[in-house]
């Protein structure tokens, strides 16, 4: 069964079996928020991505039991992935790694893949460009380590509300599984359903409620995993466009430049420096929080006549009123955010799919994409979806609320 979806089974059980463990691992990994960055409520693990990893390396390390081999090609990659997780659970465990020794451990990931797993761009799709990585191969391993460093943090930079990484990600995996069914890529394929399968496992437990995070590792292998099957897939399929793949991806890639954007030219901060300004960020403040808000307005109206039928006096009312008025479900909140931005996941697969072998589409399709994006943000940013002023107050106070 070489072509079948075992692999994705097999992983998706183990994560779904394997990841209460982790939920409950209370003395380490365990997430307090208080960054700019946290939009979540409830301290919450950070090792379901250590879960991901084990099930991956479980995975691939019993291919040659199970006869196996195109699941078996992924062995280098679980291992050469090592240090970037690695450094990432470390900052997981400890929350006191600094970003440049993360991004470092990336490049060493990055590096190794390069020498002893094939982990070397083929191509670019772009003559000039094509001519000097085949005249200079310390380009094309310098622009190899840039892409896989920054798949990494990409990933990491969006893993920002519950379900968004993984969900944007598996959306990714699919297209990499996609393109690698239809070409015929079992070596591809097979690990690449089998971190399909690993992220279906987490999803049940990370969304909607949040219940484990992936955490900096987790972000850091699917950004890792992500690089380098694209990488493979480009090399084996000379009918597939190389930046099939970065339409895929065109969601946390377009998110990433203009992160660099902002803090670097705008705001002249360090680029490392965390903001909470990113588009899942503005998406939660300017568009969750006020829907959230509406939807305690109708139950407070529809609790209201209930009470008024029962005859309860109107002061108490009031006051019970006013306290649902200031109360906002900051989970329910959150889950609001990823649905929304998966649509840009959605729409990339889309584009790529078909304009998988049309490069300069694929160029018009990204191009079209980043226009959208920054509408969007810009939008969120004027406050063209702020709630009424009222409401914009008691928004800002249940974002300064302390965690529960």
């Known amino acids: 069964m070489r072509f079948g979806l075992w692999p994705f089974v097999a992983s998706a059980v183990c994560v779904g079996i394997l990841m209460p463990l982790a939920i409950r691992a209370r003395s380490i990994g365990r997430d307090c928020g208080g960054g700019v960055q946290t939009i979540h409520v409830a301290p919450t693990s950070r090792l379901g991505g250590a879960v991901i990893v084990i099930v991956f390396l479980l995975m691939v390390g019993l ?80 622009l190899t380590w840039f892409m896989v460093a920054g798949a990494c943090n990409a990933v990491n930079l969006i893993d920002g509300a519950h379900g968004l990484a993984a969900g944007t990600s598996l959306i990714m995996f699919g297209g990499i599984a996609l393109a690698a069914g239809w070409s015929g890529d079992a070596l591809t394929l097979a690990p690449t359903l089998a971190v399909m399968g690993a992220l279906a496992g987490f999803l049940v437990w990370n969304y909607p409620r949040g219940r484990i995070f992936l955490g900096d590792a987790g972000a850091y292998f699917l950004g890792f995993m992500y690089a380098e099957l694209s990488i493979q897939l480009v090399a084996r399929n000379s009918g597939i466009s190389a930046w099939y793949v970065i339409m895929l991806a065109g969601y946390p890639i377009i998110d990433t430049l203009c992160a660099i954007y902002r803090r670097a ?44 039928v029962s005859g309860a006096p109107a002061l108490i009312e009031r006051r019970r009123a006013e306290r649902r ?13 990823a649905p929304r931005l998966w649509l840009h996941g959605a729409l990339g697969f889309i584009l790529a799919v078909l304009f998988n072998d049309n490069t300069p589409a694929l160029w018009g399709g990204l191009l079209a994409y980043a226009v ?12 063209e979806h702020e709630p009424r002023p009222e409401m914009a107050a008691q928004q800002r106070a249940d974002l300064a609320k302390p965690l529960r």
């Open 63 to 142: 291919a040659p039991a199970m006869d196996s081999p195109s699941l078996r090609a992924g062995v280098p990659l679980a291992v050469v992935a090592l240090p970037v997780v690695l450094m990432g659970l470390a900052e997981d465990i400890t929350c006191r790694v600094r970003p440049r020794y993360r991004l470092l451990a990336a490049v060493v990931s990055a590096a190794l893949a390069s020498a002893y797993a094939g982990g070397v761009v083929p191509r670019v799709d772009l003559p000039l460009l094509d001519n000097a990585l085949s005249a200079q191969p310390w380009i094309m391993l310098a």
């Open 265 to 308: 030219i705008v705001r002249r901060t360090p680029l490392m420096a965390p903001d909470g300004m990113h588009l899942h960020t503005l998406v939660f403040r300017r568009v969750a929080i006020p829907i959230e808000h509406r939807v305690g307005e109708r139950r407070q109206d529809h609790r209201g006549r209930a009470g008024s």
């Open 372 to 383: 959208l994006y920054v509408f969007w943000y810009r939008s969120l940013l004027r406050f």
């Open 325 to 337: 008025r200031r109360e906002v479900n900051l989970d329910r909140a959150n889950a609001r955010v």
